[in-house]
């Protein structure tokens, strides 16, 4: 056995996290900076916490990730990362010539108090950043949240850019959370089919999925550029998707420059994205295109058709807050039964959400907020689901059970797919069930004696 | 942007060397400049070249952390140690499961089972942790681990944050140690801003196995030729394959720093009689240590590639000054060399004249380049991420080497002769005799002097150098890390990530010199590299819309 030293009996832990279902704010808030055009991400810390970000970011894309740090060497943890910081934004500018520095704290930094306004004036009166580029601030200890708050800190943080001239510029900001590159394509998408237009911040589409070419590009074509970031402040409202990684940006942006917003779920699943087409119809004042509500009739198509594999199906799920809030909502939609629930994120609201959405089931369904995926495996042990839904760190769980493994969610170290096939909206939905299918099958198809083997199913 | 236009034939060092740190602002190129030499033949001397000095800030490093190279490279490989890391979440999330190390733990029923390495311990410290102190909480975390799974022993890994608050993590550890009686409770003091890469992390985890878990146990292992091998990680099974022959040599490895490795093994090295040393930027301390007190000399090997394999056994049989472990070894490579001499033939066809480039580690830039070597292939361009002046230009250097401020801080432990078990396996007239003939003990000539003249060697090649260097010398294959893969593949240029490969291996011994052949004839030969180009980008020019014929 992979994890042979998890006991079926569960002792409640206080201090000790085994197997965690959640990083640290530094990787989120590097990988929104990713997602604004000709930036480069800055870690200011150690260069260890740079390194490690990077290596896992490169992992899970299999693109180049490129990002800096300020390398503090003990003297600098003793006496404040100032003097690196500045030495890093002019090296930064002079070598590699990005449009943006997008610098976030690290524990370190953060424990040692380095000030990041501050430093960043201090850049300007010396004359460190030149005419017309940018330096952003986020701050993003890990000691608190996760790499979702880190995401969304960073995303919070790009809403300086934004400027109102009073003068609207007719399009819908969305702020499309966490999500992956072809994600963030297809909401795109979704919005000009409506007839909407918008600006995505962050985007990583085309930045994070590209093109082998024979060219190198530090910088790729992709990414919301600074005017668009700046233009943000003029749009007729924002769609944030996702309470905990998109919310905290949108509400900024209407305290700095009044535009309002509307905090939607990710639009994973038939309902969330219902909701998400719903809500761009009535901004736009149109009618929902025939070929979404097309789509909309294939994802209905599929859940009716092959209901009775889904049925009564028992589903462990771990993975990020807004992310599982939707694909809980879809699996209960869809009559399978998601009956642990694990988070690593803290906050209270995410238990309130998933209460909500599960409140009616004749099932009990467990559910641990700040839990991890050593004791995800636990309840497993005691009473075994027919389908984990987790990232890469769920296979040894799926191994070691036996259990059919949808790997979804962050990181995917050990799979293709996911920065190119989006799992948001209709189509999503269908790649979802699709995939969940092909499990459920090709289990079936395992299990079946000859007896009972069946060509059509 | 970078493209590759054409490939150069000729190049000038010089030249290269000048385009690399021509966009640097004037200090970081004075700096960087330093790092940079080109390879002459120096009359009785290597040139010298500055190495194991401060990453520059901004400047996109390949480098990790102290806390990496502790926990990461040297701990992380041992099964049966619980590595509880305090700290915040990331350190040690990010530090789970990501190098390739194996392990064989043998089936679940078995007594000695234990393998905690596909678990990630952490105190995840909070605000609050981190506000009032964090060791209550530590000490919380060690006795829940020890309740949970009752493990023999746990190693505790300080992350940055912990050493700003001045938790005392060693206190802690030894108070814990105590109270559970029978599990062993030990502290590295890694947090990542100590040093200047991975390289100081070594050293503090060859201080504290060495403090803490070498001697412990004299319940005598068999064997009549028995050694340790240090620095050797086992990633993709390398330690595997190279157990695999010295058991077929009649060799007795009594432990493995740390590849594949348990904490017995470790508390029983002071009964070998020889230390293989692998990697020396990583482990040569404890293979110091192991001298001083208990007597034990060390040699340097590599058993990555085919030849260089066959000559660390001979070393290895000479030092034993045993006729039959000759004749054994002998034996050994007449049996394997026929494969691999009929592969490397094969490949060779292929893969000779082409180039390579090797930018990773402490050693394996050096070791690597045999194989290439092997499969007539160049090495043109090659440096370490973390190593010292000694892997570069020998350990002759190391009493001229300047203890700068960020080393100083990286304890040195004072060891002395073992009282009762200090014994000198080989008396200084022994060992001048074995030096005659050709077994020097505890000397390594580092990279420099085995490299052609006109190459370059680079220190801690860095995101900007490494796209120049490929961009003007295009070589057929370049070697470096996981950060380092896309953006040099992205150029068409054929990319083998050599930490823990990505995939594949073994490459160390017999068998994994032929599947690294293997690897590279795949990589520089094949066909999918020849897609970058539509066959509209290559023949744009337009003929008449809708015309057929
Ligand atoms: S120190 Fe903090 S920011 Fe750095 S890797 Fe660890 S948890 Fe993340
Ligand atoms: S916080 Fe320190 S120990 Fe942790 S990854 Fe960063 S540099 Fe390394």
């Known amino acids: 056995m992979l994890l042979r030293h998890t006991p079926k009996e569960v002792k409640e832990r206080n201090a000790l996290t085994v197997n965690p279902a959640k990083t640290c704010q530094p990787i989120g808030a590097m990988y929104a900076a990713l997602g604004i055009h000709a930036c480069l991400p800055h870690s200011h810390g150690s260069q260890g916490c740079c390194a490690y970000h990077r290596s896992t970011l ?7 990730i490129s990002a800096a740090t300020s390398s503090f060497t003990e003297g600098a943890s003793v006496f404040g990362g100032q003097a690196n910081l500045l030495q890093a934004i002019n090296n930064i500018f002079n070598v590699y010539e990005p449009e943006v520095i997008a610098v976030h704290t690290t524990c370190l930094s953060e424990t040692i108090g380095d000030d990041l306004p501050q430093i960043r004036k201090k850049a300007i009166n010396e004359g460190k950043i030149p005419e017309g580029k940018y330096v952003l601030g986020a701050s993003t200890p890990s000691y608190a949240g996760s790499h979702v708050t880190g995401f969304s800190t960073m995303v919070k943080s790009m809403v300086e850019f934004s400027e109102k001239t009073g003068e609207k510029n007719g399009r819908v900001n969305i702020i499309p959370g966490w999500v992956e590159p072809c994600d963030m394509e297809e909401i795109k998408r979704m919005a000009e089919l409506t007839g909407v237009k918008t600006i995505m911040f962050p985007d990583t589409s085309g930045v994070l999925n590209g093109p082998m070419t024979g060219e190198y590009k530090m910088f790729p074509d992709g990414g919301t550029t600074v005017a668009e970031l700046k233009s943000t402040g003029d749009s007729i409202g924002t769609l944030a998707l996702g309470e905990w990684c998109s919310a905290a940006a949108a509400r900024e942006l209407d305290k700095k420059c009044k535009v309002p917003c509307r905090v939607l779920d990710i639009p994973i699943g038939l309902a969330a994205t219902d909701r998400f087409v719903d809500a761009l119809r009535t901004i736009a004042g149109v009618s929902v295109a025939d070929e979404l509500a097309f789509e909309r009739g294939q994802l209905v198509d599929m859940i009716t058709d092959m209901h009775q594999y889904f049925f009564k199906k028992k589903v462990a799920v771990a993975g990020d807050p807004d992310q599982v809030i939707a694909m809980v909502e879809f699996l209960i939609s869809i009559d399978m039964c998601p009956v642990y629930i694990v988070t690593g994120t803290p906050g209270k609201k995410f238990e309130k959400r998933i209460r909500e959405l599960t409140d009616d089931l004749d099932y009990e369904v467990k559910i641990k907020v700040k839990g991890d995926l050593f004791l995800l495996h636990q309840w497993i042990k005691n009473e075994p689901v027919d389908l984990l839904i987790c990232n890469s760190y769920g296979k040894y769980i799926a191994k070691d059970e036996d259990i059919p493994l949808l790997r979804w969610g962050f990181p995917i170290l050990d799979r293709q797919g996911h920065q190119y096939f989006p799992t948001v909206g209709y189509k999503g939905g269908l790649r979802l069930l699709e995939k969940i299918l092909n499990l459920l099958l090709d289990r079936k198809d395992r299990d079946a004696e000859e007896s009972n083997f069946e060509l059509v199913l | 942007m970078t493209i590759i236009r054409e490939k150069m034939v000729q190049w000038d060092p010089v030249d290269i060397k000048a385009k690399l740190i021509a966009k640097y602002p004037p200090k970081v190129a004075r700096k960087r400049a330093k790092q940079i030499l ?44 619980v590595n509880l890391v305090h700290g915040p979440i990331g350190c040690s999330f990010y530090a789970w499961l990501t190098r390739r190390n194996q392990t064989y733990a043998g089936p679940d029923d078995t007594p000695d089972n234990e393998n905690f390495m596909n678990y990630c311990f952490s105190t995840d410290m909070q605000e609050q942790d981190i506000i009032f102190g964090g060791e ?136 070998a009689d020889l230390n293989a040393v692998m990697c020396h930027r990583s482990i040569n ?65 292929r893969t000779a004249g082409k180039t390579a480039m090797l930018f990773v580690g402490g050693s394996r830039a050096h070791h690597y380049q045999e194989l290439f070597k092997e499969m007539g292939m160049k090495t043109i361009s090659a440096g370490y991420e973390f190593a010292h002046r000694d892997d570069y230009e020998g350990r002759q250097v190391i009493p001229n080497l300047k203890v700068d401020a960020d080393s100083r801080n990286i304890e040195e432990i004072e060891v002395e002769p073992d009282e009762s078990r200090y014994s000198p396996r080989k008396t200084p007239a022994e060992i ?50 996981i950060k380092e893969k896309y953006s040099i593949m992205k150029l068409g240029v054929p990319m083998k990530q050599l930490h823990s490969y990505d995939s594949g291996g073994p490459y160390a011994g017999f068998r994994g010199a032929i599947n690294f052949y293997h690897e590279i004839d795949r990589l520089v030969g094949s066909r999918v590299f020849s897609y970058l180009k539509a066959p509209w980008q290559k023949n744009p020019e337009l003929t008449a819309a809708y015309v057929w014929e």
């Not at chain 2, 066959?310 to 000054?321: Q, T």
């Not at chain 2, 005799?433 to 990279?447: C, N, P």
Request: contains cysteine.
């Open chain 2, 285 to 349: 301390y404890v293979a110091d240590m192991l001298e001083t007190k208990f007597g034990i000399p060390w040699v340097k090997v590599n058993f990555i590639g085919a030849h260089a394999t066959a000559k660390s056994l001979r070393k290895i049989a000479a030092y034993f000054e045993d006729q039959e472990l000759i004749n054994r070894v002998e034996e050994v490579i007449a049996e394997e060399m026929p494969d691999i001499e009929a592969a490397a033939k094969d490949v060779g066809t």
């Open chain 1, 58 to 64: 490169t992992r899970h894309y299999k693109e180049p």
């Open chain 2, 38 to 81: 080109i390879n002459e033949a120096l009359e009785n001397e290597t040139p010298e070249i500055t190495a194991n000095v401060r990453t520059i800030p901004g400047i996109i490093t390949m480098r990790g952390c102290t806390y990496a190279g502790c926990k990461g490279v040297i701990m992380g490989p041992t099964r049966d140690i």
């Open chain 2, 136 to 271: 209550k909480k530590l000490a919380a975390a060690i006795q829940e681990v020890y309740d949970l799974i009752h493990p023999k022993a746990i190693g505790v890994f300080a992350t940055c944050p912990v050493g700003l608050i001045g938790d005392d993590i060693h206190t802690v550890a030894a108070q814990m140690k105590e109270k559970l009686g029978d599990c062993n409770v030990f502290a590295f003091s890694c947090e990542g801003y100590k040093g200047v890469s991975q390289s100081a992390g070594h050293h503090i985890a060859n201080n504290q196995v060495f403090r803490h878990i070498v001697g412990e146990n004299d319940v005598p292992k068999e064997g009549k030729f028995k050694i340790n091998l240090l620095g050797e990680y086992n990633i993709g099974g390398d330690g595997f394959e190279i157990d695999r022959i010295f058991k077929k040599c009649g060799i007795t490895n009594i432990s493995t720093f740390s590849g594949n490795s348990s904490y017995d093994q470790f508390a029983s090295a002071h009964q």
């Open chain 2, 432 to 481: 001048e005799a074995l030096a005659g003939s050709g077994v020097d003990l505890k000397k390594y000539d580092g990279m420099i002097s085995e490299m052609d003249e006109n190459t370059l060697i680079i220190d801690d090649l860095n995101q900007h150098e490494a796209e120049k260097l490929v961009e003007l010398m295009k070589p057929d294959i370049f070697c470096a890390g």
